[in-house]
């Protein structure tokens, strides 16, 4: 069964630094475009950056130029770097990735249980 994993979140000052990681596990044959979203108290989820599986990234305006997303293949991981974090960046964090289980099957997306991450002023 695969399986999505965040780690990395935590209680962090404005203008501070977090890394969140996301590890796959399970059988996986291969795994197409990652993403992190992120979901703040009383608001939709939002769409934080993406990862394709060619290194193409794509980043929401709020966090474009802090934040960077990076997949390491091999490791079957995603990483979301966040520099010069603002007390709005506080949220439940989710990793998301489009697997496939098998040959004879399509990509499904999965979704980690999230991680917080809290940001102070």
């Known amino acids: 069964q695969v399986q999505l994993v965040e780690s990395g979140g935590g209680l962090v000052q404005a203008g501070g630094t977090l890394r969140l990681s996301c590890l796959a596990s399970?059988?996986?044959?291969?795994?197409?475009?990652m993403a992190w979203y992120r979901q703040a108290p009383g608001k939709q989820r939002e769409l934080v950056a993406t990862v394709t599986r060619n290194d193409r990234t794509t980043y929401a305006d709020s966090v474009k130029g802090r934040f960077t997303i990076s997949r390491d293949d091999a490791k079957l991981m995603a990483y979301l770097q966040m520099n010069n974090l603002k007390p709005e960046d506080t949220a439940v964090y989710y990793c998301?990735?489009?697997?496939?289980?098998?040959?004879?099957?399509?990509?499904?997306?999965?979704w980690g249980q999230g991680t917080q991450v809290t940001v102070s002023s």
């Open positions: 399970g059988i996986i044959v291969s795994i197409s475009d």
């Open positions: 998301n990735a489009d697997i496939k289980e098998s040959y004879a099957r399509g990509y499904v997306a999965y």
